[in-house]
């Protein structure tokens, strides 16, 4: 809590665009970048996510880990509007080479073309890959 | 480390959480808080069934500031507050009724 | 012949590199995020379609489940469970895994 405050004193605010690029349990990648980014929230920044390439599978719906034994954390993207965490970007090409629409994905997201999304990456402050 | 009630054994990590979500009860609540030194009123249940629902529907345990304003939202502003929720959990809302609620602490908790 | 892929193919070559050189009469088992190859709709669908015309293609459905997709699995992959999966490694002498 103090931390917070101190942030706001600070009043600096960046742009901070984490680009998630991985498939969700294969790796450990989406679930770490997913933690870094509830952290982030307790800056104040103005963050927003990406999706492409197989990062676009860490949003699809109906994921059941059980029979692999590791934590779903999927529903977890769902809490990032609590966390005042409402830009979401995914990549148009992505979804579509993996025969995915905007309707398979668990949360509203806004969908972009590779240049659209390069030029919003081009506006950040700081980009973190994951 | 672990503590045992009516001859279940419940196992705790070294700072006390539960480390099987699912062995949480209310026994195990009552006792968690007793270690906590709190004293359960159906204030404090509210606030810990919030926090399992929370839990269960995004399988995280909320930062302080989110769990002020989702509770505001759902139980009115006179308890969407930091005060009323550290009246209740002196040290700590989220790390303390996430303890009790049998949450794992929460992420990006500071 | 058993040849295991565990990669994606949106992000790696190994379905390629096996594809291309894996000799017509063995088998495929996609795991963990290889598993996205087996899906309709996706790009790597006819690259499977096409291998399924020489080989026998699996999927490990514990890791189709995990990943939302084991609803859109393409016809002709067989699904197996972790103990078909050793039941597919017993069976075949050879095995090559294309990490």
């Not at chain 1, 982030?40 to 927003?48: G, I, L, P, R, Y």
């Not at chain 2, 979500?21 to 195990?28: G, Q, V």
């Amino acid at each position: 809590m103090m931390d917070e405050m101190d942030m706001e004193e600070g009043g600096v605010v960046k742009k901070f665009m984490f680009v998630n690029r991985k498939a969700p349990h294969g790796t450990i990648y989406a679930l770490e970048g997913l933690e870094v980014v509830l952290i982030s929230a307790a800056f104040d920044q103005d963050v927003s996510l990406a999706f492409c390439d197989d990062g676009v599978y860490e949003l699809k719906k109906g994921q059941d880990t059980k029979g692999i034994g590791v934590k779903n954390f999927s529903p977890t993207y769902r809490a990032l509007e609590g966390y005042d965490i409402e830009k979401l970007y995914v990549e148009k090409e992505s979804l579509e080479a993996r025969g995915l629409t905007e309707d398979d994905l668990l949360v509203d997201v806004q969908v972009l073309s590779s240049a659209e999304l390069g030029a919003l990456m081009d506006e950040q402050d700081v980009v973190i890959s994951f | 480390m672990s503590f045992e009630i009516n001859g279940k054994t419940y196992e705790t990590d070294e700072e006390g959480y539960l480390v099987n979500l699912s062995d949480w009860n209310e026994d195990a609540a009552k006792h968690l808080a007793v270690e906590e030194k709190v004293e359960l009123t159906d204030q404090h249940w509210e606030v810990i069934n919030f926090l399992r629902e929370y839990y269960n529907d995004y399988q995280i345990a909320p930062a302080v500031r989110v769990l002020t304003k989702a509770i505001g939202k759902k139980l009115g502003p006179e308890k969407g507050n930091s005060k009323y929720l550290y009246e209740l959990f002196p040290y700590g809302p989220a790390k303390q009724a996430c303890k009790i609620a049998g949450l794992p602490k929460p992420t990006g908790c500071i | 012949m058993l040849h295991i892929i565990n990669k994606s193919p949106f992000e790696n070559s190994t379905l390629d590199s096996c594809l291309r050189i894996a000799k017509s009469g063995g088998a495929v088992l996609l795991i963990e995020d290889a598993v996205f190859a087996a899906t309709k709709g996706s790009a790597a669908e006819s690259k499977i379609k096409q291998a399924m015309a020489g080989m026998k293609v699996y999927a490990l459905q514990p890791d189709l489940a995990a990943r939302g997709v084991a609803d859109r699995v393409i016809d002709g992959v067989t699904l197996v469970d972790y103990a078909g999966f050793v039941d597919l490694v017993a069976e075949n002498p050879k095995l090559q895994s294309w990490l």
